[in-house]
């Protein structure tokens, strides 16, 4: 098993930044292939942004603008989110799965682990 914790949300005004985390403890090689996603009051989960040993992969909605990495050796993931709007208001869920594959994932099917969600509010 895999448990995921996020921490990192909060009120932040548009254009401005916060940077997500998420801290990754059990069988952690089964964290591979890792990604955020996010929900809406009323809208379906959303892809946000993929990461593996191959690439990263972003939704168009937030290229540009948030960055993912990860620190292997403190078994963390990242999201920078940078020039925030109000439409990026969210509750936001890292990911992870054990896919070794090339390709970056952007399906919530794909992964079988999940946090617990962290709230991002970005007032206008």
């Known amino acids: 098993q895999v448990q995921l914790v996020e921490s990192g949300g909060g009120l932040v005004q548009a254009g401005g930044s916060l940077r997500l985390s998420c801290a990754a403890s059990?069988?952690?090689?089964?964290?591979?292939?890792m990604a955020w996603f996010r929900q809406a009051p009323g809208k379906e989960r959303e892809f946000v942004a993929a990461?593996?040993?191959?690439?990263?992969l972003y939704a168009d909605s937030v290229k540009g603008r948030f960055t993912i990495s990860r620190d292997n050796a403190k078994n963390t993931l990242y999201l920078q989110m940078n020039s925030l709007k109000p439409e990026d208001t969210a509750v936001y869920y890292c990911?992870?799965?054990?896919?070794?594959?090339?390709?970056?994932?952007?399906?919530?099917?794909?992964?079988?682990?999940w946090g617990q969600g962290s709230q991002v509010t970005v007032s206008s």
């Open positions: 990461i593996n040993w191959s690439g990263t």
């Open positions: 059990g069988r952690t090689f089964s964290t591979n292939s």
């Open positions: 990911a992870a799965a054990p896919r070794w594959g090339s390709s970056q994932y952007s399906g919530a099917y794909d992964y079988d682990y």
